[in-house]
T-cell receptor
Framework: DSGVTQTPKHLITATGQRVTLRCSPRSGDLSVYWYQQSLDQGLQFLIQYYNGEERAKGNILERFSAQQFPDLHSELNLSSLELGDSALYFC?????????????FGEGSRLTVL | AQKITQTQPGMFVQEKEAVTLDCTYDTSDPSYGLFWYKQPSSGEMIFLIYQGSYDQQNATEGRYSLNFQKARKSANLVISASQLGDSAMYFCAMREQETSGSRLTFGEGTQLTVNP
């Protein structure tokens, strides 16, 4: 158990819908990262937050948004969903933004868009 | 150019034997870190081992060791005494301190199958 909690574990929805994925980082970790794992794109970095502020942005679509709340949990919002958004979405956390060591991953949220 | 290259889409090994999973990387950042993660069929990403670019010795964690050859830009994972539970997808990843901060860039993975 990495200590990073993601909910829901599985989600099935339809095209055009909006979903929210939630992540609770390890106790004491201030930095949260979101990754997308799809069959055709592999593991792609989406976005990073540190102590409530956006720190780095990767290949995140405009239809997607994220935030980190004062209690340090984070949410990834996916809207106007398309079939191609079906993927495993990981949240990871670390103590500091520079992350000199291990990045702890949650078990992922598997999104299926029908 | 690919930053992380894993040239073996699939590997097979007999139980109790050692196996090497290849990883080469490309960076001009003087400070970087290399990671290996295991992803079993259940989907979670499990950290295995880490090597910093300034580390003089190869990292080891139990049955896992990282064969770090800086001049060749390779960071191969060696699993000794393979077990059936080692069957999984293995990802090599890199963190470039100056170029990309703390995000990780992942390779495409190697699917390892351990045969009884």
């Amino acid at each position: 158990d990495s200590g990073v909690t993601q909910t829901p574990k599985h989600l099935i929805t339809a095209t055009g819908q909006r979903v929210t994925l939630r992540c609770s980082p390890r106790s004491g970790d201030l930095s949260v990262y979101w990754y997308q794992q799809s069959l055709d794109q592999g593991l792609q970095f989406l976005i990073q937050y540190y102590n409530g502020e956006e720190r780095a942005k990767g290949n995140i679509l405009e239809r997607f948004s994220a935030q980190q709340f004062p209690d340090l949990h984070s949410e990834l919002n996916l809207s106007s969903l398309e079939l191609g958004d079906s993927a495993l979405y990981f949240c990871a956390s670390s103590v500091d933004p520079i992350n000199t060591g291990e990045l702890f991953f949650g078990e992922g949220s598997r999104l299926t868009v029908l | 150019a690919q930053k992380i290259t894993q040239t073996q889409p699939g590997m097979f090994v007999q139980e109790k034997e050692a196996v090497t999973l290849d990883c080469t990387y490309d960076t001009s950042d003087p400070s970087y870190g290399l990671f290996w993660y295991k992803q079993p069929s259940s989907g979670e990403m499990i950290f295995l081992i880490y090597q910093g670019s300034y580390d003089q010795q190869n990292a080891t964690e139990g049955r896992y060791s990282l064969n770090f050859q800086k001049a060749r830009k390779s960071a191969n994972l060696v699993i000794s005494a393979s077990q059936l539970g080692d069957s999984a997808m293995y990802f090599c990843a890199m963190r470039e301190q100056e170029t990309s901060g703390s995000r990780l860039t992942f390779g495409e993975g190697t699917q390892l199958t351990v045969n009884p």
